[in-house]
């Protein structure tokens, strides 16, 4: 059975640093992995997609890799700030599951001003 | 752009009410989803509809019933509601089989049963 994991479960970062946020799954059989932002108390907005014929995405400040052999995927952001502060989700569409997706439960990170 | 609506962001009942949540797509998806999501358990899957009156039980179904009549409206049913229904309620959609494609969100129903 496929599990989705994020550590740490929060993190607190200064203000203009880079930082890692972490995703681990245990089933490399996968179509996609989609990374999410959620803000407190509203829906999740897709952030990016890597297709698992990928390495990484990029889209402004964000930059998200997949080692699918691994199990790993990686959600960098680079020079952050207060604005980011929220959880982020990361996502895998399994082989053979329908169109089902599987979630982590997230890593809530604040960024001190 | 898609767009997912649900119909109350938030929403109050009586333990032992009927009540529904509603939730339409404007892109003509075939799949849709409903999630709750409570603090430390994630997002769980209630239940899923992959085409008009097609539906298939999630993770956590128990309690819960679902209505798809149109291809752009899910309902998620709660027959009865009890105060462990006290959660966030998440509906998604996305195209069938299109593994290559995203699932999108809608912004989130609070329920809270007194």
């Known amino acids: 059975k496929q599990e989705v994991t994020q550590i740490p479960a929060a993190l607190s970062v200064p203000e203009g640093e880079n930082l890692v946020l972490n995703c681990s799954f245990t089933d490399s059989a996968i179509y996609n992995l989609q990374w999410f932002r959620q803000d407190p108390g509203k829906g999740l907005t897709s952030l990016l997609l890597i297709q698992s014929s990928q390495r990484e995405q990029t889209s402004g400040r964000l930059n998200a890799s997949l080692d699918k052999s691994s199990g790993r995927s990686t959600l960098y952001i680079a020079a952050s700030q207060p604005g980011d502060s929220a959880t982020y989700l990361c996502a895998v569409r399994q082989m053979n599951r329908d169109d089902k997706i599987i979630f982590g439960k997230g890593t809530r990170l604040h960024i001190l001003p | 752009d898609v767009k997912v609506t649900q119909s109350s962001r938030y929403l109050v009942k009586r333990t032992g009410e009927k009540v529904f949540l509603e939730c339409v797509q404007d892109?003509?998806?075939?799949?849709m989803f409903w999630y709750r999501q409570d603090p430390g358990l994630g997002l769980r899957l209630i239940y899923f509809?992959?085409?008009?009156?097609?539906?298939e039980k999630g993770d956590i179904p128990e309690g819960y019933s679902v209505s798809r009549e149109k291809k752009e409206r899910f309902s998620l049913i709660l027959e009865s509601a009890s105060t462990n229904q006290t959660s966030m309620y998440l509906c998604?959609?996305?195209?069938?089989?299109?593994?290559?494609?995203?699932?999108?969100f809608g912004d989130g129903t609070r329920l809270s049963i007194l």
């Open positions: 998604a959609s996305s195209l069938r089989g299109q593994h290559y494609q995203p699932q999108h």
């Open positions: 509809s992959y085409d008009v009156k097609m539906k």
């Open positions: 892109m003509d998806h075939e799949n």
